[in-house]
C-alpha cells in the first residue's frame, strides 16, 4: 500500500477531484494549506498587488494499493499542471499496515475496490 499527498493550487482543485473520481479513485481527503515557496516577489492579478510568501494550496491524501499507484498521479499531474511555478509537489510513501475502526480487520482488505 502506497500512501500519495499532492498538494495542488486552490484554483485546480476541483478540476483534480472530478478527474479523481472519474477515474474511479472514490476514497480520498483534503483540507486547505498555507506554505511558503520560493518565489518571493509581489504579483499583481486583477489589480491588486499581493505577496508571493505565502501560498494557498490543498492537500489530498489518497491511500491505495501499488497498483493504482500510477494512475492516481498521473490524472494529478494532467489535471493540476498550468506549467507555471507552483503548481505543486506529490509525495509518495509505504504504508505498512490500515486497521478498519468499525470492523477490526486489517491489511489491504480494509482498501475497497469500487464493484
Known sequence: ???????????????????????????????????IGQSREERIYRGVQYSTDVIERVALTIVCRDQFVEPTVKVILETASTGEIGD????????????????????????????
Do not use: Q
Open 1 to 35: 500500500m502506497k500512501k500519495i499527498e499532492a498538494i495542488v493550487r486552490k484554483t485546480k482543485f476541483e478540476e483534480v477531484k472530478e478527474a479523481l473520481l472519474g477515474a474511479d479513485i472514490n476514497w480520498f481527503e483534503y483540507h486547505n494549506v498555507h506554505g
Open 88 to 115: 505543486g509537489r506529490i509525495f509518495i510513501s509505504d504504508v505498512i499496515d490500515t486497521w478498519s475502526i468499525r470492523t477490526g480487520e486489517h491489511g489491504d482488505t480494509v482498501l475497497r475496490d469500487k464493484k
